[in-house]
């Protein structure tokens, strides 16, 4: 036992050195072969005890950024919250794949199950926190162009699936030629991308994103609201006398991170002047993040559109606040638990409708989605500006927060994927880093450096296609609980075969053994 819960320790541990910034993808499907060993053979609520305690070495110092500035209790809620849904999946784990003692790994419920772990901790509860999948940890690696056609689920389902076979060509090591076909089906898996170019040409578009520092980092950095607007306006303007002596071309966008304008530009005419002239300088259209004082006593984090002689075109508002960072679900009960929780004086209010900015430009109307922080990492949201026809997609958020964290590039990789998935060049703004421009293969161009002023400028292509990934949409998550629940009713179907009573009415509940298992594996040959 000792042994089964250090590997399943150790896996955790893996899964969180394969994102960034330590980003050891490779370390991804190993990770998933250590766990899928771990349970393998065990009864099912140990398979919960190794699940959990995978997920605590893999969320504690995974989402210890969490934690910067509000201290160790939302950081360890948080992680303990997340790693439940592992001892879940580590339950099933064991129980699906055979009873105790003589359980062999089937790689594809390990795959099955790692998906539907991922859409339910990314569902629930308010919302879900969709951090930290598998497929978050590929942006580097050879398998990224699955994406392109089964979307961030399936990329998981690919990674899940290698690490299924790894732990089985060591469980079934001394059957050779079961071991040397799951070894080729995860060379083969591994190799295939490789032959995938993922396509990047468009309509090129010159664009301009804004990182201009904050005063301070920590939960305090929009105590200076006006400095971090005059930040942005400075660096902007800086800018703009650059492209008018020629050292920087004539952008066709611009874009300012989430939290850019913490002053509300539509109730403060300082704020909105500021804007305005700015826009003016660098003829450009702008989009801005901004905190909006409505619907009174609640606020918005949104992104406004501004366009050169127009001004305040177009708003989007943002669809998906974080609970417990942007409104507090049930107060009164957290605060019993925490007075951490009026940190969030005001309880930021959902919107309702898909954001798709339409930026004239020289070249045309350019349909841009703008996706505001976390936001970037739920599958709808960024398929429904996608499918609403955005040929750009627009991450802006805010890092400052978080420190000298690794949540800045956990983000940018999810950014990364995203571009693959839905064919779509990123611009990834953020107010204190890490920016950067992203093309439609998931390469990076001006990556920044966090808590440093600087102007990313470039052309990124644009793109009409719908993605292979994009026209199947949800498909993927549905199909794989669907696999579960099949491997679940032929699991129990085969026990109650085996365990079929002497008498009528009379269960025989006792465990299941290695014959049990021959009977079972007889039954899998006929059936």
Not at 141 to 167: C, D, E, K, M
Not at 212 to 218: F, I, K
Request: aromatic fraction near 8%.
């Amino acid at each position: 036992m000792l042994r089964r819960l250090l590997l399943a320790a150790a896996s955790g541990v893996a899964l969180w050195a394969a994102f960034p910034t330590i980003n050891w993808w490779w370390l991804a499907p190993i990770a998933v072969a250590g766990l899928a060993l771990a349970t393998c053979g065990v009864r099912a609520r140990v398979g919960l005890l190794l699940g959990f305690s995978s997920g605590l070495t893999m969320f504690v110092p995974g989402l210890a950024w969490s934690g910067t500035y509000v201290g160790q209790l939302p950081w360890f809620a948080l992680a303990i919250t997340e790693s439940v849904y592992l001892a879940a999946m580590g339950g099933l784990l064991a129980w699906l794949q055979g009873p105790p003692g003589s359980a062999r790994v089937r790689p594809v419920v390990v795959a099955l199950l790692w998906v539907v772990q991922e859409w339910v901790r990314g569902t629930v509860p308010f919302g879900g926190f969709p951090w930290l999948q598998l497929a978050w940890s590929q942006a580097d690696s050879p398998l990224l162009p699955i994406a392109r056609f089964a979307g961030s689920t399936g990329l998981t389902f690919a990674v899940a699936l290698i690490g299924g076979l790894l732990a089985a060509v060591v469980r079934d090591r001394r059957t050779p030629r079961l071991a040397v076909a799951a070894a080729a089906g995860a060379l083969a898996l591994a190799l295939a991308p490789l032959a995938v170019t993922v396509p990047v040409a468009g309509q090129p578009l010159q664009v301009m994103g804004i990182q201009g520092n904050v005063p301070t980092a920590g939960l305090d950095f929009n105590a200076q609201r006006r400095a971090v607007l005059d930040n942005h306006v400075r660096l902007t303007q800086t800018a703009a006398e650059q492209v008018a002596s020629g050292q920087l071309p004539q952008p066709q966008l611009v874009v300012w991170p989430e939290n850019s304008s913490d002053i509300d530009p539509l109730r403060n005419a300082d704020a909105a002047t500021e804007i305005l002239q700015t826009v003016a300088a660098i003829k450009a259209p702008l989009i801005v993040g901004a905190v909006l004082q409505q619907p009174s006593p609640k606020v918005s984090n949104a992104s406004l559109l501004y366009l050169p002689d127009k001004g305040l075109t177009q708003t989007y508002i943002k669809r998906h606040p974080v609970p417990f960072a942007e409104y507090v679900p049930y107060r009164s009960f957290f605060r019993f638990f925490s007075k951490q929780v009026d940190l969030v004086r005001a309880d930021f209010v959902a919107g309702d409708q898909v954001g798709l900015f339409q930026v004239p430009t020289t070249s045309g109307v350019v349909p841009v989605t703008p996706i505001i922080c976390f936001e970037v990492a739920y599958d709808g949201l960024v398929r429904s500006g996608v499918d609403a026809g955005a040929q750009l997609i627009a991450v802006q958020t805010n890092n400052a927060t978080f420190g000298y964290s690794a949540e800045s590039a956990q983000q940018l990789a999810i950014s990364r994927v995203r571009a693959v998935e839905f064919g779509r060049s990123v611009i990834h703004v953020s107010t204190v880093g890490i920016s950067a421009l992203i093309t439609p293969d998931g390469r990076t161009h001006q990556r920044t450096q966090l808590f440093t002023p600087a102007i990313l400028d470039g052309t990124l292509p644009l793109r009409t296609e719908t993605t292979p990934a994009d026209r199947i949409g949800a498909a993927p998550v549905w199909l794989a609980v669907a696999g579960t629940v099949a491997a679940g009713v032929l699991r129990w179907r085969r026990r109650a075969v085996i365990a079929r009573p002497a008498e009528p009415g009379i269960v025989d509940d006792r465990p299941e053994t290695a014959d049990t298992q021959s009977a079972i594996d007889e039954l899998d040959r006929k059936t």
